[in-house]
């Protein structure tokens, strides 16, 4: 349940479900934001930010139009919550990029600021699933705050006495680009990168890295900010979330992936912060570590 009470007195949010704005079989719920800056989309299945767009400029994000809102399954698009841990899991029946994508978070703050900007807090505790894969003290929070730019904080709570939590993590973006073959990402020169295409091999990054096939690459200890030059300018600018992961499937791999489809594959890159591999979180005893990334737009 949405203690809608949070919101009663903030015009500009309001409470719908996934069958009204994006068809299907289950109503997940929805957060549709609509102020004098920005217009956004938050599901709390998944803690997840589907849309945003400030009214001055394009949107940011790109949602597939083939994604699945169905329990158990990822939503592809927006800004998936990877955690708390991305990629593989050392054991083999563990899913994919952790439980934060695919569990339900609660509603825990709103708040109209008085630049006019509006801040939306969801928080995961434990649930069935984290206590089977062995999180049972823990609380997973992200904020997002919505004004002329995107301001996302993301943080892990460990409740343990004595014991640390490792958590590992990524936020997923999907930025909505014209066309990934006319897309740039700057602020990688020089970095050396693992590529998942040639497992177990290190490169090093020269120049802009460019889409001319597929891209899925990750990068420890990269710089503090990259700008996704493409019919915009995104800049990218992080604090304490020193991974960066770079993703594109090309046309080869999206047209086995049911929820993108080869024909979507261009329309989109993936430029995603967050704590993985080497830079992981080892959260100790009673502390709480948080993340926080800006995001924003530049017209060419």
């Known amino acids: 349940m949405i203690d809608s009470a949070l919101f009663e007195n ?5 409470l719908t479900d996934s069958r009204i704005k994006y068809d299907g079989t289950q109503a997940l ?12 989309t938050i599901s709390l299945y998944g803690g997840q930010i589907l849309a945003f767009k400030p009214h001055s400029k394009r949107a ?23 955690a708390p841990w991305f990629g593989k899991h050392s054991q083999p029946n563990f899913p994919n990029h952790g439980f934060a994508r695919t569990s339900d978070w609660q509603l825990s703050r709103c708040e109209k600021l008085a630049n006019g900007h509006i801040v939306i807090e969801l928080t995961l505790l434990p649930n069935e699933q984290s206590i089977a894969l062995g999180y049972e003290q823990f609380t997973m929070s992200v904020s997002f705050e ?20 490792d958590c590992g993590w990524a936020l997923h973006s999907y930025f909505n680009v014209d066309s990934i073959t006319n897309t ?12 998942a295409t040639r497992p177990g091999q290190q490169f090093f990054q020269t120049g802009d890295l460019i889409f001319d096939q597929e891209i ?16 915009q300018l995104i800049t990218i600018e992080g604090q304490h979330c020193n991974t960066t992961i770079t993703w594109n499937p090309g ?9 993108i489809g080869g024909e979507n594959f261009d329309q989109f890159v993936c430029v995603e912060r967050g704590a993985a591999f080497d ?17 924003s737009q530049t017209s060419i």
């Open 279 to 295: 830079d992981s979180w080892v959260i100790q005893p009673q502390t709480t570590t948080t993340a926080i990334l800006k995001i």
């Open 60 to 82: 940011l994000l790109w949602l597939s139009p083939l994604a699945e809102f169905k329990r158990g399954k990822a939503i592809r698009g927006g800004i998936p919550i990877c």
């Open 251 to 259: 046309q080869q791999l999206a047209q086995k992936m049911p929820d």
């Open 184 to 195: 740039q990402v700057q602020g990688l020169d020089g970095l050396s990168y693992r590529d």
């Open 216 to 231: 899925d690459r990750y990068f420890i200890n990269g710089t503090k900010v990259q700008t996704i030059n493409n019919e």
């Open 29 to 40: 719920p929805l957060l549709e934001i609509d102020s004098p800056l920005c217009q956004a």
């Open 10 to 14: 903030i015009n500009e949010i309001t």
């Open 146 to 165: 919505l004004g002329e730019t995107l301001v996302i904080k993301f943080s892990m709570s460990n409740h343990y006495q004595q014991q640390s939590i």
